[in-house]
């Protein structure tokens, strides 16, 4: 009830690719969805964050896409760029607690 | 740039060894959480604490592992007698206080992170 699951769990993309990672949860009680971005030896970086009453938020090159009827959620990133290459997680938080539920991650890797 | 900062940023211990690490919060920040980061793994809710209160500590093991926020000072993480399988990487976040005392819980912002290696 309290996992979110993640896919895939590594990407490659070509520059100037889309990369599209996604998530899916059980509990209907999450109500806000982060996306965070990591570089090795570094810590987790907000990158983006929807609440479920909106299907789509965008920003800058990147994008979370919705689906609350599917409980899913997707990251796409538009023109991956060689820069975008880190460890992406998705996350949630439970409506009342304070905690975030992440994602096993996704090792993406753009290819110049 | 005041973030939140963690140390040290790497610990070396030998089994059996006690390891502490601290985390300052951001500025104005008085919500401290502590997540663990197994290699290759996502990371897992450890614990929630605001000043002097423990208020969530369902990810804490039951034994080894304790955490305080002082009234003055940083936040500390403490693991007693070490274990190979305490290796990680253990990250600290922070958030503001929200309304009424509340915490906003939108936006939690995550220190570099103490990496913790078991020999």
């Known amino acids: 009830q309290q996992q979110v699951k993640q896919s895939p769990q590594s990407l490659i993309v070509q520059k100037g690719g889309i990369s599209i990672i996604n998530c899916a949860y059980e509990?209907?009680?999450?109500?806000?969805f982060p996306w965070y971005q990591q570089f090795p030896g570094k810590g987790p970086a907000l990158l983006i964050a929807?609440?479920?009453?909106?299907s789509e938020k965008k920003e800058g090159r990147f994008t979370i896409s919705f689906n609350k009827s599917a409980k899913q959620f997707s990251l796409h990133i538009m023109d991956s760029q060689p820069g975008d290459s880190a460890t992406y997680f998705c996350?949630?938080?439970?409506?009342?607690?304070?905690?975030?539920?992440f994602g096993q991650g996704t090792r993406l890797t753009i290819n110049p | 740039n005041a973030g939140v900062m963690q140390n040290p940023r790497h610990l070396v211990r030998r089994r059996g060894q006690e390891a502490r690490l601290r985390c300052s919060p951001m500025k104005g920040h008085s919500h401290v959480y502590w997540y663990r980061q197994l290699p290759e793994e996502g990371l897992k809710f450890m614990v929630y604490l605001q000043k002097e209160n423990i208020i969530d500590e369902s990810g804490m093991p039951k034994e080894r592992f304790s955490a305080e926020f002082p009234k003055e000072g940083p936040s500390i993480l403490r693991i007693q007698q070490v274990v190979r399988g305490d290796s990680a990487a253990y990250f600290c976040a922070s958030s503001p206080k929200g309304r009424a005392g509340r915490n906003s819980g939108n936006t939690i912002y995550f220190g570099e992170g103490s990496w913790l290696t078991v020999v």
């Open positions: 996350a949630a938080r439970n409506q009342g607690a304070q905690k975030l539920v």
């Open positions: 509990n209907t009680a999450f109500d806000y």
């Open positions: 929807i609440r479920p009453d909106v």
